[in-house]
């Protein structure tokens, strides 16, 4: 039975069909992993058994009425515990909301259940999801599955090591500045950011408005274009939300892409790549031409200031939406205070860890008068240029393909005492969310320690379909996606 979730979440959806397994049974199945392995991992901050096993139960009563089934119905999932999920403690791994009971479902969360999707937990990320290793929760950290002395990538760390170790097939992260990716090539597994405003917000945490973006996390492309399916599609409730309908991208996964045009980001893979990884990319680049497309060097000339211009917007963002933890509203409330102030300042000392304070801090910096237009403005106009060279690459090629991460899963503890070195992991995720474009991770190799390397692909604005097409045909033409940490 523990063979089953091994198995893709389509493969497992075909076994709920054939009634090799019943959704009861698989989600039992999946909840035992958890319960056996997860002290080892870390991925996991609560579990939703109820939930999970009563949406198990619908599932078996349409499989013996013979109704058809919605896609993925019946196939456990993990929720980054920074979304909303009724009945479920939302903590986003920080203190403050450590005792925070969801009010209301994320619109990701409903779209599940709608599709009966068993949540089988809430999964640990970094606090807040700020962070690129998931060192940063409050509560423990999160082991990597491919060698659990290293860090599984963050922020969302929880998520990615579920799937990678088999604990569920799909799991849902949110991406602000590279939380899917990073963590998903770390961990060997696929995972999506998706177009700006393709999925709801409603419901998540918000880290930085203008960049927070939810997306898949699985192990195969195909899973990836289904999940996104079920997640995607207009939401009044979320002001960013497109009005867009949702598409079918499973449809076209398979296409030729004879003659599409590729390029490599000239800047991404000069300087400073772990020797592995950019044997990797060469790799990637020889079975690209294989398969008829052509690929072409492609400059993104500013890329090497988004990391400068993320830790502004980010942290700017961070600091007027994170204002609403004050111990009034949400969470977590000082104690033995003389005044409101003095409720506020102690509140908030006490629920937010380091690295919270820290982009608080620099963000309230960054906003304030005098200093607005040296950091915050210059830094919207960077924004803008930044992206102008995307689309003007974008009028070049079909795609743009660079490594996720310049290195693989570093050592648990290596990073911790060095912020800016932290930061840095993150050069090559972070330009799709500044210019809103859908980008992917997807295996690509193993370095000489059998660590997971991810080959990242980016596409134009709403040009899912193409970029997952791409991803597949890559992943076909290789067996990394087979290969699984053994845990
Ligand atoms: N690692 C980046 C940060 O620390 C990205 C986080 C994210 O995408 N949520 O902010």
Same mark, same amino acid.
């Given at each position: 039975?523990?063979?089953?979730?091994?198995?893709?979440?389509?493969?497992?959806?075909?076994?709920?069909?054939?009634?090799?397994?019943?959704?009861?049974?698989?989600?039992?199945?999946?909840?035992?992993?958890?319960?056996?392995?997860?002290?080892?991992? &870390?991925?996991?901050?609560?579990?939703?058994?109820?939930?999970?096993?009563?949406?198990?139960? @619908?599932?078996?009563?349409?499989?013996?009425?013979?109704?058809?089934?919605?896609?993925?119905?019946?196939?456990?999932?993990?929720?980054?515990?920074?979304?909303?999920?009724?009945?479920?403690?939302?903590?986003?791994?920080?203190?403050?909301?450590?005792?925070?009971?969801?009010?209301?479902?994320?619109?990701?969360?409903?779209?599940?259940?709608?599709?009966?999707?068993?949540?089988?937990?809430?999964?640990?990320?970094?606090?807040?999801?700020?962070?690129?290793?998931?060192?940063?929760?409050?509560?423990?950290?999160?082991?990597?599955?491919?060698?659990?002395?290293?860090?599984?990538? &963050?922020?969302?760390?929880?998520?990615?090591?579920?799937?990678?170790?088999?604990?569920?097939?799909?799991?849902?992260?949110?991406?602000?500045?590279?939380?899917?990716?990073?963590?998903?090539?770390?961990?060997?597994?696929?995972?999506?950011?998706?177009?700006?405003?393709?999925?709801?917000?409603?419901?998540?945490?918000?880290?930085?408005?203008?960049?927070?973006?939810?997306?898949?996390?699985?192990?195969?492309?195909?899973?990836?274009?289904?999940?996104?399916?079920?997640?995607? &599609?207009?939401?009044?409730?979320?002001?960013?939300?497109?009005?867009?309908?949702?598409?079918?991208?499973?449809?076209?996964?398979?296409?030729?892409? @004879?003659?599409?045009?590729?390029?490599?980001?000239? $800047?991404?893979?000069?300087?400073?790549?772990?020797?592995?990884?950019?044997?990797?990319?060469?790799?990637?680049?020889?079975?690209?031409?294989?398969?008829?497309?052509?690929?072409?060097?492609?400059?993104?000339?500013?890329?090497?200031?988004?990391?400068?211009?993320?830790?502004?917007?980010?942290?700017?963002?961070?600091?007027?939406?994170?204002?609403?933890?004050?111990?009034?509203?949400?969470?977590?409330?000082?104690?033995?205070?003389?005044?409101?102030?003095?409720?506020?300042?102690?509140?908030?000392?006490?629920?937010?860890?380091?690295?919270?304070?820290?982009?608080?801090?620099?963000?309230?910096?960054?906003?304030?008068? &005098?200093?607005?237009?040296?950091?915050?403005?210059?830094?919207?106009?960077?924004?803008?240029?930044?992206?102008?060279?995307?689309?003007?690459?974008?009028?070049?090629?079909?795609?743009?393909?660079?490594?996720?991460?310049?290195?693989?899963?570093?050592?648990?503890?290596?990073?911790?005492?060095?912020?800016?070195?932290?930061?840095?992991?993150?050069?090559?995720?972070?330009?799709?969310?500044?210019?809103?474009?859908?980008?992917?991770?997807?295996?690509?190799?193993?370095?000489?320690?059998?660590?997971?390397?991810?080959?990242?692909?980016?596409?134009?604005?709403?040009?899912?379909?193409?970029?997952?097409?791409?991803?597949?045909?890559? $992943?076909?033409?290789?067996?990394?996606? @087979?290969?699984?940490?053994?845990?």
């Amino acid at each position: 039975m523990q063979e089953l979730l091994k198995k893709s979440a389509m493969e497992q959806s075909k076994a709920l069909k054939n009634k090799e397994v019943s959704a009861v049974e698989l989600t039992k199945v999946s909840l035992d992993r958890i319960k056996t392995i997860d002290e080892k991992l &870390g991925a996991f901050n609560s579990l939703t058994e109820e939930t999970a096993l009563e949406t198990a139960k @619908k599932v078996d009563e349409k499989i013996a009425k013979g109704e058809e089934l919605p896609l993925l119905a019946g196939v456990p999932l993990a929720l980054k515990d920074n979304m909303n999920l009724v009945g479920s403690k939302t903590t986003a791994s920080s203190k403050i909301l450590e005792n925070f009971v969801s009010p209301y479902n994320a619109t990701v969360t409903q779209k599940l259940l709608d599709n009966l999707v068993p949540i089988v937990g809430k999964a640990n990320l970094d606090e807040f999801a700020m962070g690129s290793s998931n060192e940063n929760s409050a509560f423990k950290k999160v082991h990597n599955p491919w060698n659990l002395k290293k860090v599984p990538g &963050g922020s969302s760390g929880g998520s990615a090591a579920s799937v990678a170790s088999c604990e569920a097939a799909l799991a849902l992260g949110s991406d602000t500045g590279g939380s899917i990716r990073l963590p998903a090539s770390f961990c060997g597994i696929v995972g999506m950011k998706p177009t700006y405003g393709k999925v709801s917000r409603y419901g998540l945490i918000a880290f930085a408005s203008s960049l927070d973006q939810i997306g898949p996390f699985t192990r195969t492309v195909e899973d990836a274009a289904a999940l996104l399916e079920v997640i995607s &599609g207009h939401d009044p409730h979320d002001s960013t939300s497109l009005d867009l309908p949702v598409e079918n991208y499973r449809a076209s996964l398979n296409n030729d892409i @004879k003659g599409m045009k590729i390029g490599v980001v000239k $800047e991404l893979v000069k300087e400073g790549l772990a020797p592995d990884v950019e044997k990797a990319i060469q790799g990637a680049i020889d079975t690209y031409k294989s398969l008829g497309a052509e690929v072409v060097e492609i400059s993104l000339p500013n890329i090497g200031h988004s990391i400068g211009i993320y830790y502004i917007l980010a942290t700017a963002e961070c600091s007027s939406n994170l204002a609403r933890f004050d111990g009034v509203k949400y969470g977590h409330r000082a104690e033995g205070v003389n005044n409101l102030l003095d409720m506020y300042c102690k509140t908030r000392a006490e629920g937010f860890g380091p690295e919270v304070k820290r982009r608080i801090m620099l963000g309230t910096y960054a906003l304030s008068s &005098g200093y607005y237009d040296a950091y915050y403005k210059k830094a919207q106009q960077m924004r803008r240029i930044v992206t102008e060279d995307f689309l003007k690459a974008f009028s070049q090629v079909d795609a743009l393909i660079a490594p996720t991460c310049p290195n693989t899963a570093f050592d648990l503890g290596s990073k911790t005492e060095d912020p800016l070195s932290m930061y840095l992991t993150d050069i090559a995720t972070i330009g799709a969310n500044l210019a809103g474009i859908p980008a992917m991770s997807v295996p690509a190799g193993f370095d000489s320690d059998g660590m997971p390397i991810g080959l990242q692909i980016m596409s134009p604005q709403l040009t899912e379909a193409k970029l997952f097409n791409i991803a597949y045909k890559f $992943e076909q033409s290789h067996d990394y996606y @087979k290969q699984l940490a053994d845990i």
